[in-house]
């Protein structure tokens, strides 16, 4: 591999790929690869050293003891933090969210220590939040509506230094009002779908903010039309 390669952390997939969120490694590589740059998937298990040269780190969704072992295991392998520390881009996504903040209440009313990377804390809702979602981006940050689908407990208050990613129009998200949250390039998410094959935009934003290199869209005819059904179905639901 040279040293240009983009390494893509999956991390925890064995704790935290419940909804199939490892697809989103998936597409950031194969994204690279059609840009013709080249990638590599790096695959950290539960037990295993999380590395700190990789260059994007992926999280995903899981159930709330699977969530607790894998914060505890982050903690005691800190190679994510460091990463984030100097830079490196971050997706978090649902158990994500919640892991990356300061600390999460779950469900039976135990807290848990964060791992601090953004300026949030979660707590259990009074339901579970299950479904399809539909936000619009917060900041003029990608083009187009944000869509997937949720399933959670947890409901996540953001700091000031935390911004929103998305404002909820369908759905729950954080709390129903927002969704997500950007610090730094760090990018976190309540949705599944997984999200980068249903928000291909967001795949590219990471993967400009790991390159550096401004990205011209992918002509994909089948994306595009599978995304136009989503948002449509979506807006249907808001409509009515
Ligand atoms: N266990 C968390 C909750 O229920 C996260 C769920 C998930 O990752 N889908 O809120």
Redo the contacts with the bound molecule.
Sequence with gaps: MSDSTVRIALVLPDL?G??GDFGNAVVLDKRLAWRGISSEIISVNFGEAVPDSCDIYVV?????TA?TLAVRHLRDNPGLQRAAARGAVVLG????I?IFGEKFT??DDVTHPGLGLIDSV?Y?GGS?AIGEVLAKPANGLFEGFLTGFE????RTELGPAAQPLAHVTVGTGNDGKVEGAVQGKILCTYL?GPVLPRNPQIADLLIEWATGVKLSPLDLPAVTRLRAERSKAAGQRADA
Excluded: K
């Excluded at 996504?93 to 994500?96: E, I, L, Q, R």
């Excluded at 399933?151 to 947890?154: C, I, L, P, S, Y």
């Design positions: 935290l419940t909804y995903g969704g899981g159930e709330d969530q996504v649902c158990a994500g919640q779950r469900a979660s259990a579970r399933n959670h407990q947890g599944h």
